[in-house]
């Protein structure tokens, strides 16, 4: 159960430290995020302060001493720095993955696991501050290998404090997506962003494309898409390439209300098996428990009958 209080203070204290370090270094906003979690990690300041600025910053974090956070207090108190780091810098947040969507991908890969608990592998091939591998970890009951790929050096390092802030071992690439594999996962997740490359391709389609390669037979990819996906396929290109060795296993159509911009999808694949019967349900508002309900009862149901 989480504690709201911590989530604050965990949240409070590293808002602190970002305008005290802005104070003291002037530096960009998402430095200062990398740098006040450094400095919580270290429980030092390794900026080039003052002696009285360095004791100003370690009476802040001297806040977090003798509590023992949960590692979603400190998921969400992060998630909240980064969307706060967003807005400061003009940049759009209806991109970033909501919480509720790390918690039901967990929920779909232990139905897909079912009585399996030996390790899997997990790649996540947009990884961006790592906010959604973040939330599977914290949420599935089974032992994790987990990688994650991002072109943007800023991100990366603050995927990497994030992931050691909640003591989660996160194998990070910084590299083009389209231009590394990760070989032998068992599922490849992401929020994949739909925009025209230089080659007049769509990244998502070119990314779902390339980390195919990156699953075992039978393993999973699990993508958050937009709903114009399949329409921007006029020709039917990126499905014929896609059925070449990857069957469609379900298309489960989010609530309208979670993405502020453009409504999604999770698009479910699986690699070298044409067993399943398709999965297409409409998932209601994650706060109407009476229609989300019966919604995971029609999910449960067709879980049930892939034998």
């Not at 921007?232 to 911009?261: A, C, Q, T």
Request: aromatic residues 10%; negative net charge.
């Amino acid at each position: 159960m989480i504690n709201q209080q911590n989530l604050e203070l965990f949240y409070d204290v590293i808002n602190e430290s970002i305008y005290k370090l802005y104070e003291f270094t002037k530096e960009d906003y998402f430095t200062l995020i990398i740098n006040s979690c450094k400095n919580i990690i270290s429980n030092s300041v390794n900026q080039s302060v003052s002696e009285e600025q360095e004791e100003e910053l370690m009476q802040i974090y001297a806040k977090l001493e003798d509590i023992d956070f949960k590692v979603e207090e400190v998921r969400k108190a992060l998630q909240a720095v980064v969307l706060q780091g967003c807005k400061e810098k003009g940049l759009k947040t209806g991109e970033i993955t909501p919480d509720t969507l790390g918690i039901f991908l967990s929920y779909l890969i232990t139905k897909f696991q079912k009585d399996d608990k030996r390790r899997i592998k997990i790649l996540d091939p947009v990884i961006g501050s790592s906010n959604l591998i973040c939330a599977l970890n914290n949420h599935l009951e089974i032992d994790l290998d987990l990688y994650g790929i991002e072109n943007n050096p800023i991100m990366l390092e603050i995927a990497q404090v994030f992931s050691r802030l909640q003591n989660i071992d996160l194998n990070l690439y910084l590299q083009d997506s389209l231009d590394i594999n990760i070989k032998d996962c068992d599922y490849v997740i992401g929020d994949f962003p739909a925009y025209k490359t230089e080659n007049d391709t769509y990244f998502d389609m070119d990314c779902i494309l390339h980390h195919r390669n990156s699953l075992k037979d039978d393993g999973y990819m699990l993508c958050i898409i937009s709903n114009d996906f399949f329409y921007r396929d006029k020709e039917n290109i990126f499905k014929k390439e896609l059925l070449n060795n990857m069957s469609i296993v379900g298309l489960i159509e989010l609530p309208k209300n979670i993405f502020k911009e453009n409504a999604k999808s999770i698009l479910i694949l699986q690699k070298n098996t044409k067993k399943h019967n398709c999965l297409l349900v409409e998932l209601p508002d994650f706060n109407n428990a009476d229609k989300f309900s019966q919604t995971l009862k029609t999910i449960e149901m067709w879980f049930k009958n892939q034998k």
